[in-house]
């Protein structure tokens, strides 16, 4: 019944994940058996399948932080100056806690006029300069600010110069012993070495975390540090940026194309084997069997799929070049597993469904930019938009974006004119990684097991051997796989 994917997918079109669909498989496990763990490249392991992209308006230091916490991984954007790129780097790596709070700072001499000076925090630092980089000198607590009747009066007055605090190499658990057993509202954590706050946990964030879905182990590294990776592209200009993200520690690099099959990118790998062996190197994006030799060649660990399958993407209308995304994750990866390089199915992902089908046709992760850009811990604050809460989306092609500086990615060195290749949008808000995460991937578990594929490999497994039966959906029966014939309704998942 139905047909193998070396079938359906050798016919002359391309097929995008809404395309096709599975036919379902045994059930002999239940959901909860489904292990989801996997790797980005070659030397890294991963508990669950998610990348968050490298891109402006998706992956700095919260993103990193709460990806690398749920057992994912983010790669930091390089749409900014390379000191920029390596302190958020940096930062994320100093975390040992699922999130980073917003800290709020002064000097001894401000006065606070307003409640709103302290933003959603319990408290306000009180450091010499004012700013985080220097030492904390005392906090000043909203419920004692609440009841001065002076309101004026210099924050030296009345600061708490003596408040507890803990060590940043506290893990989370450790954090929320201490809050527990000494009743507190809220603990700063500082650097051992110059006193600096670095975050900060209140009794709020642990009902918060106590209440989200557990998944598999975080991300670390052999540091006990929380896995970060970074972009590049490939102008020598990003050697001297590499060099410094190696020194901030990134895990992995992933060599940003929008066509990754050139004498650049090539150049930029052989650099980076030669210079960096240790670090596990993404080359991409490709879409064909012919780059990826090209790309496995040159010994890369891990391959980006995808062009113009992106949400924001417009390469495809511009260029007239790409691929359907399962046709394209599809190809490259039955012969980047015959060499042990993982894939990543990179932009497309608008739904659980989207994953199964991308890990299934043989992806080991999925890169996702809007899936994760309405989330707390994507960069950037959240506007009302005729009645909802929305965050800014952009395409790292969108002129924005590259008036900012991305223009490596889209643009040939000697190019003059801008042309643009994404657009700037905004997505819904959908609260924390933290807790959509968990739920999408319990959704994708069902998926697996409907399947009756218990791993990533028995999945790809399936696939090779022509197990896994899948057909091409027409118009209709797409509309008929979605909800239909409502007259109002609204999604809700979890
Ligand atoms: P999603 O669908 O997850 O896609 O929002 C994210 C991926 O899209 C790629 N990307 C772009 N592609 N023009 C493009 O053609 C752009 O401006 C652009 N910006 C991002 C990128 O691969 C990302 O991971």
């Given at each position: ?9 050798n ?19 239940p959901t ?17 399948p998610?990348?968050?992209?490298p891109?402006?308006t ?6 990193a ?9 983010g ?6 100056t ?12 100093s ?7 917003d800290?709020?700072?002064a000097s001894p001499s401000?006065?606070?006029h ?24 005392g906090?000043?607590?909203k ?6 009747s ?8 009345y ?33 051992d070495?110059d ?11 642990l ?8 998944l ?12 970060v990776?970074a ?12 060099e410094?993200?190696v020194?901030?520690g990134i ?24 210079t960096?062996?240790?670090l ?21 660990d ?14 495809q ?7 359907g995304?399962?046709?394209?994750v599809?190809?490259?990866s039955?012969?980047?597993?015959q ?7 990179d ?7 989207h ?6 046709l ?12 309405g ?14 809460r ?10 924005e974006a ?6 490596a990615?889209?643009l040939?060195?000697t190019?003059?004119l801008?042309?643009?290749q ?12 933290l ?8 959704a ?14 028995s999945a790809?497994h399936?696939?090779r ?12 029966a797409?509309?008929?796989?979605g909800?239909?014939?409502l007259?109002?309704y ?5």
């Open positions: 019944d139905g047909f193998s994917a070396e079938k359906l997918f016919q002359g079109y391309s097929y995008t994940y809404d395309d096709v669909i599975f036919l379902p498989g045994f059930i002999d496990f909860d058996a489904v292990n989801l763990s996997t790797k980005l490249s070659r030397n890294i392991s991963l508990s669950i998610c990348v968050a992209s891109m402006d998706v992956t700095e230091t919260s993103m932080i709460g990806m690398a916490a749920l057992g994912g991984i790669i930091v954007h390089y749409n900014n390379i000191s920029q790129q390596a302190s958020i780097v940096r930062a994320a790596k975390h040992q806690i699922p999130f980073s709070s800290l709020i700072f401000d006065s606070i307003s409640a709103d000076e302290f933003g959603n925090s319990p408290c306000i630092f009180v450091t010499e300069s004012g700013t985080k980089e220097s030492k904390v000198l906090v000043v607590c419920s004692t600010w609440k009841g001065l002076d309101k004026e009066a210099r924050i030296s007055d600061m708490n110069a003596s408040p507890v605090t803990l060590p940043s190499s506290y893990n989370f658990e450790d954090v929320a012993g201490y809050i527990a057993s000494k009743k507190l509202d809220f603990v700063p954590l500082v650097n070495k006193g600096e706050v670095v975050n900060l946990v209140t009794a709020t964030d009902e918060r975390m106590n209440s989200l879905p557990k598999g182990l975080p991300s670390l590294g052999t540091d006990g540090k929380f896995l990776g972009a590049i592209g490939t102008r020598d200009s990003d050697k001297e940026r590499l410094h993200l020194k901030a895990n992995a690099l992933v060599i940003d194309s929008s066509q990754g099959n050139s004498e650049y990118q090539i150049n930029m790998i052989k650099y980076v084997k030669h960096y062996p240790h596990d190197v993404i080359g991409g994006n490709i879409v064909t069997k012919y780059q990826a030799e090209n790309l496995i060649k040159q010994d890369v891990g391959l980006r799929v995808g062009m113009g399958s992106g949400s924001i993407c417009t390469t209308e511009v260029c007239a070049v790409g691929r995304q399962a046709t394209a599809y190809k490259v039955s012969i980047a597993e060499h042990g390089v993982p894939v990543i199915a932009g497309g992902i608008s739904n659980s469904g994953i199964v089908k991308a890990l299934s043989g992806a080991s992760t999925v890169m996702m930019g809007s899936f994760l850009a989330s707390n811990e994507a960069p950037g604050t959240y506007e009302n938009k005729n009645g909802l929305v965050k800014k989306y952009r395409g790292m092609g969108s002129l590259m008036t900012k500086g991305s223009d990615r889209y040939g060195d190019a003059k801008k042309i643009a994404g657009v700037v949008g905004s997505v819904a808000d959908k609260g924390s990684v807790k959509f995460v968990p739920y999408t991937m319990q994708v578990k069902q998926g697996f097991q409907d399947l009756g594929a218990s791993s990533l490999q790809h399936l696939l051997s022509g197990s896994l039966r899948l057909e091409v959906r027409t118009g209709a797409q509309v008929e796989g909800v239909h014939g007259v109002g609204e999604k809700k998942y979890f």
